[in-house]
T-cell receptor, first 112, second 109 residues
Framework: IAGITQAPTSQILAAGRRMTLRCTQD?????MYWYRQDLGLGLRLIHY???????GKGEVPDGYSVSRANTDDFPLTLASAVPSQTSVYFC???????????FGPGTRLTVL | GQNIDQPTEMTATEGAIVQINCTYQ??????LFWYQQHAGEAPTFLSY????GLEEKGRFSSFLSRSKGYSYLLLKELQMKDSASYLC??????????FGAGTTVTVRA
């Protein structure tokens, strides 16, 4: 692995289903983030983690949960997907809170 | 809340210069980032300003005025590959990045 990866690349999901988006980085970065990007709204922070074992809420956390069991992985779970969660989801990581963030390739999620 | 404003679209000719302005209002301030995002791809880091002034990096420069809550990204000697969306993002006191909606720059031959 080089950098930060996300899976799946894209997914179509029925409303009400549970879904976990995966994110893995191999840069040993302390901080990791989940954003969603919607047309005309830009990137909005969902959840973040400053270090393994800790997580925090961003601007739009409702309907999403995260965990950070180790440094490398930061999965995002939609417990019961709704159509308004249709979006492109980007995971990012950074060495510190003030450092540049490196973004994964994104997951395009469609909830029907 | 956070408020980041930047123009929606700009068009320029190959070889020209374009300046993308960004104004911000955040809960405290820990720096201003610019990212480039090509269609269908992930954002990539361009610049970071935390002190007032101009930072130059090749064809790209970024300026910050903290007292005015203002930044700009200057793209010189435009190339076709510079056609992309440019995202302004402010880092608040609690170290969360707030992004503008992005400025789509189209470079024409």
């Amino acid at each position: 692995i080089a950098g930060i990866t996300q899976a799946p690349t894209s997914q179509i999901l029925a409303a009400g289903r549970r879904m976990t988006l995966r994110c893995t980085q191999d840069m040993r970065h302390n901080a990791m983030y989940w954003y969603r990007q919607d047309l005309g709204l830009g990137l909005r922070l969902i959840h973040y983690s400053n270090t393994a074992g800790t997580t925090g809420k961003g601007e739009v956390p409702d309907g999403y949960s995260v965990s950070r069991a180790n440094t490398d992985d930061f999965p995002l779970t939609l417990a019961s997907a709704v159509p308004s969660q249709t979006s492109v989801y980007f995971c990012a990581s950074s060495d510190s809170e003030t450092a540049e963030q490196f973004f994964g390739p994104g997951t395009r999620l469609t909830v029907l | 809340g956070q408020n980041i404003d930047q123009p929606t679209e700009m068009t320029a000719t190959e070889g020209a210069i374009v300046q993308i302005n960004c104004t911000y209002q955040t809960s405290g301030f820990n720096g201003l980032f610019w990212y480039q995002q090509h269609a269908g791809e992930a954002p990539t880091f361009l610049s970071y300003n935390v002190l007032d002034g101009l930072e130059e990096k090749g064809r790209f420069s970024s300026f910050l005025s903290r007292s005015k809550g203002y930044s700009y990204l200057l793209l010189k000697e435009l190339q076709m590959k510079d056609s992309a969306s440019y995202l302004c993002a402010a880092l608040s006191n609690d170290y969360k990045l707030s992004f503008g909606a992005g400025t789509t720059v189209t470079v024409r031959a």
